[in-house]
Structures are given as structure tokens and as C-alpha cells.
């Protein structure tokens, strides 16, 4: 990969068609335009995106509901998968999450999916339960992972 500027900021309104095109690129059921709007909108959603020079190439969402985040979407344009990417994404949000007292992090990902498995359990992720036909389009079960966010403050 060529030198590039990569900055993570937060995600605006501007940034929705671009994430739009990315959830087309990328999932078989991807997320409807308003919940990008109620997130860029809601004190409870920290939204990012992450761009190389001036294209998105990702995006990270949690939601806050008291001391707990939950993670719903983290994506990284085909093209630039396996560039470390997610994994910049992920720490950036696990710091945030540090930073504003999170207890724990949660997050659902599809059970065929190994890559992002692996990512969450090497940022100390683990399985907490499966969630039968938790997906859509083709359904498919959930594993629902969990980090304790609270040890990572004493590093």
C-alpha cells in the first residue's frame, strides 16, 4: 500500500452516502439510511470513520447506555481489509471506551464469520452465548462476545 493520511474522526451527515455504499459493498442486509442518521444525531452513539487521504474506508459505532457499550458496526471497505485497519478502528474505540468509564463492551458478529472473530478475541473479546437466527439474509446465528473494559484502565 502507498503512503497514504489516515485519520479517524467522527462520523458526520456528510459521511452517510459513503457509508451507504460501503454497507451495500458489504453485507447481504446492511443497515437502513436512518439508523446512520440517528447515529451521527444520538448523545448515546459514538460513530467514527476512518479515512485514507480523502476517501472513508471504514467506520466504527458504539452505542452507550450507562456504563455499558455495545459495538453494532465495524466495516472496512473491501479493498482494504487485512491493513490493520479494523485493528485501528477497534483500539481507537477501546480507548474511547477507557477514557469515558465503559465497564464492558458487547457485540454481535455471525457465527461464519472467523476473521472477525479472531480480531475480537485478540483485543481480549470472549464468547458469551449464541444467539440463533440473530441475521437475516441468509439467517444466521450470533455469537455474542464480551470485554471487560474495567482491567484495561490500570494499564
Known amino acids: ?23 451495500e459493498q458489504l ?3 446492511p443497515w437502513p439510511e436512518f439508523v446512520f442518521w440517528d447515529d451521527v444525531s444520538s448523545e448515546f452513539s459514538y ?3 476512518i479515512q485514507l487521504d480523502s476517501e472513508i474506508v471504514g467506520y466504527v459505532i458504539m452505542l452507550v447506555d450507562e456504563n455499558i457499550g455495545h459495538l453494532t458496526n465495524l466495516a472496512v471497505v473491501r479493498e482494504y481489509q487485512r491493513k490493520s485497519i479494523a485493528k ?20 454481535e458478529v455471525r457465527l461464519s464469520n472467523k476473521t472477525a472473530i479472531s480480531l ?13 437466527d440473530y441475521y437475516r439474509n441468509p439467517v444466521e446465528d ?7 473494559i474495567s482491567t484495561d484502565r490500570d494499564r
Open 120 to 132: 475480537y478475541e485478540s483485543f481480549g473479546f470472549e464468547r458469551l452465548a449464541v444467539e440463533k
Open 142 to 148: 450470533s455469537l455474542i462476545m464480551v470485554k471487560d
Open 1 to 23: 500500500m502507498a503512503e497514504t493520511d489516515s485519520a479517524i474522526r467522527e462520523m458526520t451527515a456528510d459521511d452517510i452516502p459513503a457509508i451507504l455504499r460501503i454497507e
Open 47 to 49: 460513530p467514527f470513520v
Open 88 to 107: 485501528s478502528l477497534l483500539s481507537y474505540i477501546l480507548r474511547l471506551a477507557v477514557d469515558i468509564g465503559l465497564a464492558r463492551i458487547t457485540l
Open 27 to 29: 453485507f447481504s442486509d
